[in-house]
């Protein structure tokens, strides 16, 4: 079985300071990851997703995230937020040869002007 | 392409009345979900579909069921609503390949069980 866990429910952040949104997952297969944003009243988008190769992975608006094999962790960050960053994340998880998505609770960013 | 489209938008149901949501995506995905998300609760899985004329239970498939007779729609149905069930409810599709794979939701339909 697949869980993804997202330590922080809520994220305060001054504009233009960075931030980083945790995310853990717990599997025994070789998995995909992915972040999806969710605007206000919005359907998800994909932020950046993680299939294989370079461990450091680079997605729109900004983000970036980086896939750790030995933390089981893959966490988002961005340098610099602005005002539009703000959101609600989601991590998630599924394995190289299942089809179902796993999704973490979230982490509402609030980006403070 | 619209990719994954859902409808209605909105919707107020009573208690014990029945509704069908559609999800129509223009991908040809194999793969659909349909999901609900509530407060501090993320997304959950009802149920999914592999295929055409094939679907599978996902983690809270009560009182819901779902068809999927055509590759393209993806139907959820709720033959006595409760209260319980207002929330918003997600489709997704994917597609599998050597590649990798990649999840594309709907806009989302709000309904509310009074």
């Known amino acids: 079985a697949q869980s993804v866990t997202q330590l922080d429910s809520q994220v305060p952040v001054f504009e233009e300071a960075p931030v980083e949104l945790r995310c853990n997952y717990s599997?025994?297969?070789?998995?995909?990851l992915f972040w999806y944003v969710q605007y206000p009243n919005q359907g998800l988008q994909l932020l950046l997703k993680?299939?294989?190769?370079?461990?450091l992975v680079k997605g729109i608006n900004g983000f970036e995230a980086e896939f750790n094999k030995s933390q089981t962790s893959f966490h988002l960050r961005k340098p610099s937020v602005h005002i539009s960053d703000t959101a609600e994340y989601f991590c998630a998880v599924t394995h190289h040869t299942g089809n179902q998505f796993y999704f973490g609770t979230g982490t509402s960013l609030t980006v403070i002007p | 392409n619209a990719g994954v489209t859902q409808t209605p938008k909105f919707r107020v149901l009573k208690t014990g009345q029945s509704m069908t949501l559609l999800c129509a995506q223009d991908?040809?995905?194999?793969?659909m979900y349909w999901y609900r998300q509530d407060p501090g609760m993320g997304l959950r899985l009802i149920h999914y579909?592999?295929?055409?004329?094939?679907?599978a239970k996902g983690e809270v498939p009560d009182g819901y069921n779902v068809s999927r007779l055509k590759k393209q729609n993806f139907l959820l149905g709720l033959e006595s609503a409760a209260p319980s069930q207002t929330s918003v409810y997600f489709c997704a599709s994917s597609y599998t390949s050597r590649r990798g794979t990649e999840a594309f939701f709907g806009q989302g339909t709000r309904l509310t069980v009074v």
């Open positions: 993680y299939l294989s190769g370079s461990t």
């Open positions: 991908m040809n995905h194999e793969y």
């Open positions: 579909s592999v295929g055409e004329g094939t679907t």
């Open positions: 599997s025994s297969v070789s998995v995909y």
